[in-house]
């Protein structure tokens, strides 16, 4: 998974694009902060972080052995 995410850093063209995560939602956080926008995200993450997710946070993100799927930019 840290060697994918190396690679993507590498090739990546996108001259703005500072952030590479690398775990299991990897690929899920910046749909999640696209589709909830800074204020929802921080609304969200925190609650996610105590144990609380709320279904839309489970939708958006995947689980533990869910299949992680790259979506485009």
Do not use: C, N
């Amino acid at each position: 998974m840290i060697a994918d995410v190396i690679y993507r850093a590498t090739v990546d063209t996108d001259p703005v694009l500072v952030r590479y995560y690398a775990a299991p939602d990897s690929t899920a956080i910046p749909r999640a902060k696209q589709i909830l926008r800074q204020d929802g995200y921080r609304r969200e993450f925190p609650e996610f972080v105590h144990g609380r997710p709320s279904q839309l946070w489970k939708t958006l993100t995947p689980g533990p052995g869910d299949k992680v799927v790259d979506w485009d930019r």
